[in-house]
Every structure is written in structure tokens, then in C-alpha cells.
């Protein structure tokens, strides 16, 4: 189904990013793909292009910024290229007390976990509504579900791309395009090194990002509205009982896993 597809995935060049790229590429589809780091991005398009005889075409941007989103939009249709699958996966957490942290960091975080992948959701989605085909995968996280104690703005953008990526997939609902959501657990990837949170409780078993990734991706193509990954059998007992657990402890709980 993959082949002759063109997917663009951002925040490519490492982690569950890097996987959708190597297992798109491993279905024959060619690629666009974004990150900041040229370097990273050069090696990954060498490295897929000789193993799967597929197009990458790289593009180096910091979806931080504010004009990014447009400007990738610009490039691929100045291109002539043509996306069918939109794979949001560009996005970075941190931890500490809400009051203490640095301002400039929680709102680069909201700019790049909410406002890029939105603003890239409304670029690309009227030329599937066009074309009446595509698949958008939008990475959110298991922290979409509840409230976050020591990590208060990460669990909040996750749960806003959870919430808008589930209600575009009902305004689509008849038409062919789907949107998913994909809920990673702990994952092993730059993610939890870059946020603090490989020193945590939370973060002492992890998935692999290619089981996580693969998850991910066949779920877009079956066009599910959500997907859980890289979750043991034990936690998702646990997700299962949020809705019934009393709101203190869970945040109490919530936090003792996040303190180091």
C-alpha cells in the first residue's frame, strides 16, 4: 500500500521518526523529511536511498519557529511534490515545577508539539480533501490521558494533539482520508534523555521507537483513531482505570513516577 506514496515526517532524524522513515522506505515510498540537524538528515537519506531505491529529499528546518510550517509547505509544492502521508512526529517534553522552569522552553515546547503540527495539519489537509485520499499519523503520547505533575505543559500539549487529531478524523469521517493518533508509552529514544525523564521510574523499561514506530504506521494505514504503543499489559490496565481512579492520587502517583 506504501509504495508510490510520499510520506513527510518531521522530527525525522532520530528516534520513533527515524523508524517511520526506514519502514516507509522499506515499503517503497519515497520521503520528505524534516529535523534541524543537516548532518543527521544527509545520513538517513544516504542510508535509505541505497537500501530501497526510493526519493528522499531532506529539508532542514526548526519547526520552533514560527514560519516553518509554511515554508515546508512552500518548498514541497514549489517541488511539485505531492504528500500522502502527513506523519506529525516532531515534538519534545521536559520536567520540573511549572513555576520554575524556563518560560522561553515550555513555550518553545507549545510551538512545536501544538502549533506546528497544526499548522501543518491545516497546510496539507485541504489537498487531501481535493484529492479525497491521505493519511495523516499524528504522534501523541499515553500522557494525552491525564494530567502531568512535574511535566504540566508536555501532558497538556500531548493532550490537546490527541484531542484534535481524534475530532479532524470525525469532520472526515466521510471522506477518504483518516487521522490517528499515536500513544506511545516510555520509548527509547532522544526523547527521554533530552527531557529528563531516563532518570525516572517511569522511563526504567522502554520500548523499542521501531516497535513503537511500526505500530504507528500500520495503525495510520488501517486508519485507526487511536493507538497505543509500547505499553505493557500491566499499564494499560492502569490507563483503563483513570477514568475511575480519584483524581488526587492519580496526580499524587503521577508525580512520585516523575520525581528522580
Not at 534541524?36 to 531505491?53: F, Q, V, Y
Not at 499519523?137 to 493532550?159: D, E, F, M, R, W
Amino acid at each position: 500500500m506504501s509504495q508510490g506514496k510520499t510520506a513527510l515526517i518531521t522530527g525525522a532524524s532520530s528516534g520513533i521518526g527515524k523508524e517511520f522513515a526506514r519502514i516507509h522506505a522499506a515499503r517503497g515510498g519515497d520521503l520528505v523529511l524534516v529535523a534541524r540537524s543537516s548532518d543527521k538528515l544527509t545520513a538517513l537519506k544516504n542510508e535509505l536511498e541505497s537500501a530501497h531505491a526510493v526519493k528522499v529529499t531532506i529539508l532542514v528546518k526548526d519547526l520552533g519557529q514560527p514560519h516553518a510550517a509554511q515554508e515546508i509547505y512552500d518548498e514541497i509544492k514549489g517541488a511539485g511534490l505531492s504528500i500522502d502521508y502527513l506523519i506529525n512526529n516532531a515534538g519534545f517534553g521536559g520536567r520540573g515545577k511549572f513555576h520554575e522552569r524556563d518560560w522561553q522552553d515550555d513555550l518553545a515546547m507549545i510551538n512545536l508539539n501544538i502549533t506546528a503540527l497544526t499548522a501543518l495539519t491545516r497546510l496539507f489537509l485541504p489537498d487531501f480533501v481535493q484529492r479525497n485520499s491521505g493519511r495523516i499519523l499524528n504522534v501523541s503520547s499515553t500522557a494525552s490521558l491525564l494530567a502531568g505533575p512535574l511535566q504540566a505543559v508536555y501532558y497538556a500539549t500531548k493532550a490537546y494533539v490527541t484531542s484534535f487529531s481524534n475530532a479532524i478524523a470525525e469532520e472526515l469521517h466521510d471522506t477518504g482520508i483518516t487521522v490517528t493518533a499515536l500513544l506511545p508509552g516510555a520509548t527509547e529514544s532522544e526523547f527521554a534523555r533530552v527531557s529528563g525523564m531516563d532518570r525516572t521510574t517511569l522511563f526504567s523499561k522502554t520500548a523499542s521507537a521501531h516497535d513503537v514506530a511500526l505500530a504507528g504506521y500500520e495503525g495510520m494505514l488501517a486508519g485507526k483513531l487511536d493507538v497505543i504503543a509500547g505499553v505493557p499489559f500491566s499499564q494499560r490496565i492502569q490507563l483503563a482505570m483513570i477514568p475511575m481512579a480519584p483524581k488526587k492520587m492519580l496526580l499524587k502517583q503521577i508525580r512520585q513516577l516523575q520525581e528522580v
